[in-house]
């Protein structure tokens, strides 16, 4: 791994929240596309954020890249609701993203007061 962030496990999770929702917004239809493209941005977005913050300095700078990232992860809480009572998502689908973005928020939030672990090899 070239870069600093593809080692982090809050990135590598969010990668992997984030090719599920774009799968899942993608078969959401014309007529819910302004929701899917909201989910699929945002997830997008969260991984950008993560990589970004290893990226900054000083620390204040980091903080503030990867607050923006739970920011994020936050915001997409509703937009998964919303799919799942619009019948867009599957039940099981929906508490799973669910608590993919819960765990992403506390390990965002690990590295907002400090440190995170670097991925096991």
């Known amino acids: 791994m070239a870069f600093t962030f593809e080692g982090l496990n809050v990135y590598q999770r969010a990668l992997k929240v984030a ?4 799968g899942a ?3 959401f239809g014309r007529g819910h596309y302004p929701l899917g493209d909201e989910l699929r941005r945002g997830s997008y977005r969260v991984c950008q954020q993560i990589a970004e913050g290893t990226g900054r300095w000083p620390r204040a700078e980091q903080r503030g890249a990867f607050s923006g990232a739970r920011g994020v992860v936050l ?4 937009l998964l609701e919303l799919a799942r009572r619009a019948s ?4 099981e689908m929906h508490e799973s993203l669910k608590g993919e973005l819960e765990a992403l928020s506390k390990m ?4 907002i007061r400090g440190g ?3 991925e096991e090899k």
């Open 19 to 22: 090719e599920t929702v774009s």
């Open 25 to 27: 917004a993608a078969a």
């Open 75 to 78: 915001e997409l809480v509703p």
């Open 88 to 91: 867009l998502l599957p039940v």
């Open 108 to 111: 965002l939030t690990g590295l």
């Open 116 to 118: 995170e672990k670097k």
